[in-house]
């Protein structure tokens, strides 16, 4: 994964404005940009490749921007364009509707029709949102179907919004941590993860081929099972009824992964659990305390699967790494005096 940034910061006032302008229009496309703050003007560009696909994380001095007929016809890149709200106020208009984001939307918009946008913050302060661009060519829902969803606001702290604002704020996180390999798997999740978000607006899972429901619908069983790995009672038929689908297609999503339901939250649970047993920080809590909580019900089947994956019981392997990390900032202090 190819990350660029870009910062106002370091750089004299009087080039901000410019710099900020010049970064901005090459790295997603050309538009107008006007700004009341040019002497004083504040902003930065993080910028994350994942070659067919683009996330980017902006803020920005307040402004307005417009995209043209004249601009489209010099340059169509042919991109569509989800914007997430993160700070100040968003507002975008196009196809005749206008939206104004809030810290719970997002809006979609197409750069092949002329769009105008702006935003708002307060004195002194700067405006922030994660643009997430995909090249119409991969989208697998044709554009007239999605006109009804243009300038359009959309929920992100629920279904599929919430589950694709996730998944790009985890693709920001962790972008370090990529290789190329895993940025072409991830470029297609975000595809259908943004496709079944349209699809679930348009109140149509027809305007979606099969191949994509399914892997949006498989994230989204993901999804739920680590947000309550904490529930003993989590089951198959729970998982299912809460999606709406059957136990028997849940079994088969996860055939197709070559796991059970049941191997993927058991694993889910154990990769909790060793995180937090070898974590300093939590190193008063107690080795049942810390199973529990991540749904295990008793401490002696916890301990025997523990240890069937990570080659040795849950206390032992607290008590090695929890001690790796105490003795490794003593080797860097010893290794810094004998420099000096």
């Known amino acids: 994964m190819i990350e660029n940034t870009f910062s106002t910061e370091d750089l004299p006032k009087e080039d901000r404005w410019a710099s900020w302008y010049e970064s901005g229009t090459r790295s997603h496309l050309p538009t107008l940009i006007r700004t009341d703050h040019q002497d004083d003007f504040r902003g930065s560009i993080r910028l994350l490749d994942l070659g067919s696909v683009q996330v980017s994380t902006l803020t920005y001095s307040p402004l307005q921007v417009r995209r043209t007929p004249k601009l489209i016809r010099q340059s169509d890149p042919d991109i569509l364009y989800f914007v997430f709200h993160r700070r100040g106020g968003i507002g975008v208009a196009q196809a005749g509707r206008e939206a104004v984001l809030t810290s719970q939307t997002l809006v979609f918009y197409d750069t092949s029709q002329p769009f105008t946008a702006w935003a ?26 999605l006109d009804p969803l243009l300038a359009a ?20 996180t962790n972008a370090a941590g990529y290789t190329p390999a895993d940025a072409v798997r991830l470029a297609a999740i975000t595809v259908d993860l943004s496709a079944a978000l349209c699809s679930h607006e348009l109140e149509s899972n027809d305007t979606l081929p099969p191949e994509t429901h399914r892997r949006a619908i498989q994230a989204q069983v993901h999804a739920f099972i680590r947000e309550h790995l904490g529930d003993p009672d989590l089951s198959p038929d729970t998982i299912a009824a809460a999606h709406q689908i059957s136990t028997r297609y849940l079994y088969k999503l996860f055939q197709d992964q070559g796991l059970t339901v049941a191997d993927w939250i058991r694993r889910s649970r154990l990769e909790r659990c060793r995180r937090d047993l070898a974590d300093p920080a939590q190193r008063s809590r107690s080795v049942l305390a810390i199973a529990v909580q991540w749904g295990f019900k008793d401490g002696a089947n916890f301990s025997r699967v523990f240890r069937s994956a990570y080659g040795m019981p849950p206390g032992e392997y607290r008590n090695h790494h929890q001690s790796d990390a105490v003795r490794e900032p003593t080797r860097t202090v010893q290794a810094t005096t004998r420099t000096s």
């Open 120 to 145: 708002t913050a307060e004195h002194g302060s700067v405006a922030g949102c994660v643009i997430l661009q995909v090249p119409r060519k991969l989208f697998p829902i044709r554009t007239e179907t």
């Open 153 to 172: 606001s959309l929920p992100s702290r629920e279904g599929f919004g919430a589950l694709l604002a996730g998944h790009l704020d985890q693709l920001v």
